[in-house]
């Protein structure tokens, strides 16, 4: 058996625990019982979620967090078990007592469900929080597994904010989680396909998990010193561009700005490589070391598999909204016979008369590239979490504050200096992102020299 | 064994190795010495692949840290300054899971724990919770954990921190034990006298530059010292002892002097001999012993005069 596991089952299998765990869902079901038939499924799922998503992504948190702080994860990197032992040797091994008293609630919340509606949903339902509960402990272990690389010494409040991720992860599914309340028709439309709403949940739900688990996998081999490739992070921003640029719902969204069709999902698209790019600059640590390392390897052509293979995900990320401009200029390049050949649709570049996709993507990159080099910027005589705060305040004041202060101001001109602004008649915000990125840019190479 | 090429490590604001160079030879003890901040725990943690090096190589059993540093852990054990102990497991537990986290196989496992605990003086308290140990014996098991998969090298990170005289008597014994057993070692430590029962070889960190190197005991230093005593005082005593073959800095008085010897021994029997002959009431013809910290101070104050 998976040594890690059986390990974190040594330190977890404590009688009193598990006691304790039996006599909670026994209230609980007592409780439920007692008040009234209906009670007990809503009870049953809140033990459930309690269990499964706030111990559960606390044990996680802690099954990587506390190895740190109890000094034994560099012998944990030393190890011969190979990553995926080690993720899921943690991850079943350390939420034990979680498993075990959320697999109990789920069984009171699925004998409630078939008693009072039947059979036919509690495979569907059990999935349901099987899938909740991996999805959450696997955010809080990824989160868990950010954070010892980010930070130099870890402690409860690293602990605390690994095991919020959990949660929030928890949540969001919880909340996304489409109810039909109407009676109607429930149907999800993605990629102009009508899919039943809780099957293309529950399809979603299963395999962002998967992600959440190869996330996890990814940072494990990096921490036992396994060379990762760029692959399967870019495998991974694809199908989130693809999937977040195939939800029916947000192109609705969007259309009063007169943006259609192709072009939308290509927004979108960008849209959603940029949020990963400010993402992941924010969480990964930016070491001017391994930075300084990569311009010296670019210097040298045979290294460029090198640089490629350490590339950071935040730069997969612009990697991959660069791409995405590409295609849009391509797009805005291409003859409109051509385009309604392809079956492309819109009247690119402008879609109406003053709405133009190709000055926002060009714009939005600039100011990327302007705030991924802020951030090493920040960052450049060393990796600083309380540096990387302060810049976030900057930028959500740059964004948010300028912008609304400009408004009110009635100068709106001056916009495009601060934010991406798809107007023709802005087309010079282009130049004013680019020039900032250079600045940005040539200010981090400095520093990091 | 251990071959270091050039190897320079940075943190984000310091260079903590600066193209340091060593090889250690299969089956000896070196002893990594240096003042606090010469990055001699960084050293180890490049060797044990647990830090890639900024520059520079290096290779345990001849295989790249940088290149394969899996392959690396598999050969090696490695001690760190603080013992990271799973306190609530036993002694037993905590063996059998090093054994099997580090590729011992699941059949092999109890009897490499069984046999690591007899080898570091733990067997009679295999069902004692680590947590429920002395330093000392907190000291073996995590020392067990280290060499429980049987490694070519092993590398201990001031292993002797903390401990009573009694157990660093033990701690030697077992380096001695392992060294015999063909296991190349590196020992990082403050406490030199304690090295010196061991190691073969040293070498001195300063700065996270290499700034000596040579072996341990008789012969570490390239000259012997010698104390020549009178019974009474003779004034031609230094003159005479300086003009006297493979002598030289002689220093002293008219009793006591003390001279570098580059001779062997049967040039010193010569020495004694023509000192007699010469009338000098000799009382005293002793070598004093250069000890590993003398070396040490010589050569990181050579290292740091402008």
């Known amino acids: 058996m998976n040594p890690e596991f059986v390990r974190n089952a040594w330190i977890e299998s404590r009688f009193h625990r598990f006691a304790l765990a039996t006599a909670a869902v026994g209230l609980i079901a007592l409780v439920g019982a007692a008040t009234s038939d209906s009670a007990l499924g809503p009870l049953g799922q809140a033990g459930a979620f309690v269990f499964l998503v706030f111990m559960g992504s606390h044990a996680a948190a802690l099954s990587i967090i506390g190895e740190v702080r109890n000094r034994t994860w560099d012998q944990q990197r030393l190890s011969a078990l190979d990553p995926w032992s080690m993720v899921w040797g943690k991850l079943l091994g350390a939420t034990l007592l979680a498993w075990f008293g959320g697999l109990l609630c789920v069984a009171i919340l699925l004998i409630d469900m078939a008693t009072s509606e039947g059979w036919s949903d509690v495979p569907r339902t059990l999935a349901k929080y099987v899938c909740l509960g991996v999805m959450a402990q696997g955010t809080a272990m990824l989160a868990a597994l950010v954070t010892i690389d980010r930070f130099e010494s870890v402690g409860r409040l690293q602990t605390f904010r690994a095991q919020l991720a959990g949660i929030g992860a928890g949540f969001a599914v919880a909340a996304a989680w489409p109810e039909n309340d109407a009676g109607g028709p429930f149907v999800a439309s993605w990629w102009g396909r009508a899919i039943d709403a809780e099957s293309f949940a529950l399809a979603s739900l299963a395999v962002f998990t998967g992600w959440v688990l190869v996330g996890c996998h990814r940072l494990m081999r990096r921490e036992l010193a396994v060379v990762n490739g760029p692959y399967v992070l870019m495998g991974f921003l694809a199908f989130l561009a693809a999937y977040v640029a195939g939800l029916d719902g947000l192109l609705e969204d969007w259309s009063d700005d007169g943006i259609h069709g192709a072009d939308m999902r290509l927004l979108i698209m960008l849209s959603t490589l940029v949020a990963a790019t400010l993402v992941l600059v924010v969480a990964e640590r930016k070491d001017p070391v391994l930075y300084r390392t990569m311009f010296l390897n670019l210097r040298r052509v045979r290294f460029w598999p090198r640089v490629l293979r350490e590339a950071q995900g935040w730069m997969l990320a612009w990697l991959g909204a660069a791409l995405v401009v590409a295609l849009i200029l391509l797009h805005a390049l291409l003859p409109e016979e051509m385009r309604d050949a392809l079956g492309l649709g819109g009247s690119l570049p402008t879609f109406d008369k003053d709405v133009s996709l190709v000055v926002l993507a060009l714009s939005a990159l600039g100011f990327l590239t302007r705030d991924c080099a802020l951030f090493v910027l920040c960052n450049g005589r060393r990796p600083s979490p309380r540096a990387d705060s302060a810049l976030i305040v900057a930028l959500v004041l740059g964004y948010v504050a300028t912008t609304w202060l400009l408004v009110l101001n009635d100068v709106e001109w001056l916009m495009p200096v601060f934010v991406p602004v798809p107007r023709v008649e802005f087309a010079y915000g282009i130049a004013a992102a680019w020039i900032e990125a250079a600045v940005a840019m040539w200010l981090a190479r400095r520093r990091l020299a | ?306």
């Open chain 2, 1 to 306: 064994m251990i071959e270091v090429d050039t190897l320079s490590y940075e943190y984000p604001t310091t260079r903590a190795l600066d193209r340091v160079s060593l090889t250690v030879r299969p089956g000896t003890v070196a002893a990594l010495v240096g003042p606090n901040g010469a990055g001699k725990t960084t050293l180890l943690r490049c060797l044990a692949a647990l830090a890639p090096p900024y520059a520079g190589a290096a290779r345990i059993a001849g295989i790249d840290t940088l290149e394969h540093p899996r392959e690396v852990h598999r050969r090696l054990g490695y001690l760190q300054d603080f013992f990271g102990l799973y306190d609530e497991l036993t002694v037993r537990q905590c063996l059998s899971y090093a054994a099997r986290a580090r590729g011992v196989s699941g059949g092999e496992a109890p009897r490499a724990a069984f046999e690591t605990a007899r080898m570091v003086g733990l067997d009679d308290r295999v069902e004692q919770r680590a947590g429920e140990l002395s330093r000392g014996l907190r000291q073996r098991l995590a020392i067990g954990q280290s060499i429980v998969h049987r490694p070519e090298v092993l590398l201990l990170d001031e292993p002797a921190a903390g401990l009573d005289p009694e157990s660093r008597a033990e701690l030697s014994r077992l380096i001695l034990e392992l060294k015999a057993k063909g296991i190349t070692i590196m020992v990082s430590s403050h406490i030199l006298a304690e090295l010196e029962d061991y190691s073969d070889v040293m070498f001195i960190l300063d700065g996270g530059r290499l700034v000596g190197e040579g072996p341990v005991g008789h012969g570490a230093m390239p000259c012997a010292k010698l104390r020549v005593a009178l019974a009474s005082a003779d004034e031609g005593l230094t003159a005479i002892l300086g003009a006297e073959p493979h002598v030289s800095e002689v220093s002293g008085d008219a009793i006591v002097a003390r001279l570098s010897f580059a001779g062997n021994e049967a040039d010193r029997a010569r020495l004694l001999a023509s000192l007699v002959a010469r009338g000098l009431p000799v009382v005293e013809f002793v070598e004093e012993r250069t000890s590993m910290e003398d070396v040490y101070l010589e050569r990181v104050r050579g290292a740091r005069r402008p």
